[in-house]
């Protein structure tokens, strides 16, 4: 018997409440939110990295690959991909994969290659797929063969559930079609770097309790065709709303947001798994959950000290307070001599601008903003120069400092971001002229004068409304000049600074940036500030709650 819906390999890692939405009938005239930008633009960068990896792959394969136009017909690409699947063809790119209507899936891959008597899938992804280490089972891309693999002793892989889940989604498929290659099922993936393939056992015990990537697909696969069929039907729902990570760029968070909010739902203040305990645990909305009493609370999985905190947020979050003091008395460690430092990366591809807000006691140095920018597009052998003009500054400024007997410290907000494209610097121009080694990196991030601001906020404030900087800027009475500045906008501002769509490079958007970049850095400046004034005590403490 056919299945009601035919769903694609994404809904396994989808929000239930989407796929049910995505397949009701009744659905099709809700509001909907346009795609984010930052979103749309990441999703045009992973199609023009797609098409170059096919380029690539065109020209070391020769006469045993094959193209399937991806701008044909669905149909016609299903046909001419089994056509070329039983013809033999060593390599097949951008194929479609015949659909199974009888389990409910259908799929296409970025590259089959001929396994055996059977297919392999392979997948190009806009994403990395290794960190420096060992271990990893790759091929060069030349010979794109789960047969060339061989350990690897410079990579590792990094974790990516959503590619093997993917793969397992696509492996479904050949078996179906009877074109899957025989033995254990693999599958590989190509990365941003675009230079090999990383090959992934799909029957490897590697998923949390000793589950495979496939048992776990098979899992999540079969809850998510039973959703659509429910919604496509019109029986019982079996998705209801709740507030995950993904609802933030989710095209139908309007009408998820409208329904949480008329049943103040208490996912509103807690999100995911938090929030699945606790209407196990019948505390259904924000109302109940700021009624809870110690006593309910650790009776639940969360814990006495998350079911607290999660009591104070829903009390926040009634009286409209978008701070709470955890702490009667807040610090903030500060010095003689400041630097606030925000960094702008474009995606994966590196790190363009270095922003910088010094303040403080004098060091011979003009005092407020500078930026280290490159304009040539990433990647970009240039990125080492501006990153290098960074670090000799900034430790310049801090030498200084200490010459003079003076405290230094620098500052940023949520310092993943910042380490981890020092490092990468440091690591990746290793030995050009400016470029710190590694360990002088790591030596100062593990230092205390360098000080992430987000954890000083998350340490000592309840944030019902988030502790991201442009939610709690404006409390200590801080506005960004350009009403559209976001870390998605950036995104499209930087690929029309430099041209990469090929266009003229346009001014007015390194002007943008600059001044956003700029702003980023005068909002830490902001709230570090606000943090050691009397103002800031007035917030109300938990105690008031």
């Keep these: ?22 397949n009701d009938p009744q659905s099709r005239d809700l509001p909907k939110s346009p795609m984010d930008p930052g979103i749309e633009q990441r999703v045009a960068d ?33 046909r001419e991909t089994l056509e070329a699947m039983r013809d033999g063809v060593r390599f097949i790119s951008g194929a479609q994969l015949p659909a199974n209507p009888e389990a409910g899936r259908f799929g296409g891959i970025d590259l089959l290659v001929r396994n055996g008597s059977g297919y392999t899938p392979v997948l190009v992804v806009r994403h990395k797929t290794t960190d420096p280490g060992s271990g990893a089972r790759t091929s ?23 590619d093997q889940l993917r793969l397992a989604h696509l492996v479904r498929l050949l078996e179906a079609c009877g074109m899957a290659a025989p033995g254990t099922p693999v599958g590989g993936v190509i990365g941003v770097e675009g230079d090999l ?47 995950v990570t993904e609802c933030k760029g989710c095209p139908w968070w309007p009408t998820c947001s409208a329904e949480l909010r008329d049943a103040r739902d208490v996912s509103l203040v807690v999100r995911g798994e938090d929030a699945a305990v606790l209407r196990a ?95 040539d597009p990433l990647p970009s052998d240039d ?6 003009e960074f670090w000799c500054w900034f430790i310049a400024v801090r030498e200084r400092a200490h010459a003079r007997g003076l405290t230094f410290r620098a500052y940023c907000y949520n310092e993943l971001a910042e380490n981890r494209w020092m490092l990468s610097s440091a690591e990746r121009f290793a030995g050009k002229p400016g470029i710190p080694e590694v360990s002088e990196v790591r030596r100062f991030i593990g230092s205390d004068e360098w000080v992430d601001l987000f954890a000083a906020v998350r340490d000592q404030f309840l944030c019902p409304h988030g502790k991201g900087l442009k939610v709690i800027a404006p409390s200590a009475g801080f ?8 870390g998605e906008n950036s995104m499209r501002w930087y690929r029309d600074a430099v041209g990469l769509d090929g266009q003229e490079q346009e001014p007015s958007q390194r002007r943008r940036l600059l001044q956003y970049n700029e702003d980023d850095v005068r909002a830490t400046w902001t709230i570090r500030r606000w943090m050691s004034s009397p103002e800031a005590q007035a917030i109300p403490f938990t105690e008031d709650l």
Excluded at 383 to 388: D, G, L, P, Y
Excluded at 479 to 484: F, G, L, N
Aim: some cysteine.
């Design 1 to 22: 018997m056919e299945n009601e819906v035919l769903l694609d390999a994404g809904v396994v890692t989808r929000c239930r409440r989407r796929v049910h939405l995505e």
């Design 46 to 78: 992973a199609a023009d990295h797609r098409r170059a990896i096919a380029d690539r792959l065109g020209e070391l394969l020769g006469e045993s690959w094959t193209r399937i136009p991806r701008e044909a017909s669905l149909r016609r690409r299903e």
């Design 140 to 162: 060069p891309l030349e010979s794109p063969l789960p047969e060339s693999a061989k350990r690897n002793g410079r990579r590792k892989v990094r974790a990516q559930p959503r």
């Design 197 to 243: 393939v990383v090959w992934h056992d799909l029957l490897a015990p590697n998923w949390p309790g000793g589950r495979t990537a496939l048992a776990e697909y098979d899992t999540r696969f079969a809850d998510r065709v039973a959703v659509a069929t429910a919604a496509a039907t019109g029986a019982e729902p079996l998705a209801r709303p709740s507030r």
């Design 281 to 375: 645990a019948q505390v259904h909305t924000v109302d109940d959950l700021a009624a809870m009493t110690p006593e309910q609370g650790r009776a639940t999985s969360l814990g006495a000290a998350r079911a607290d905190e999660a009591v104070l947020l829903a009390k926040a979050w009634l009286r409209e307070l978008p701070l709470v003091r955890r702490v009667r008395e807040l610090r903030v460690p500060r010095a003689d001599v400041e630097i606030d430092v925000d960094m702008e990366s474009y995606a994966d591809s590196g790190a363009y601008m270095w922003g910088c807000w010094l303040s403080g006691a004098d060091v011979d140095e003009e005092q407020g903003y500078r930026a280290f920018v490159t304009w």
């Design 383 to 388: 990125e080492a120069r501006s990153f290098a």
């Design 479 to 486: 506005a960004w000049r350009d009403s559209e500045a976001s």
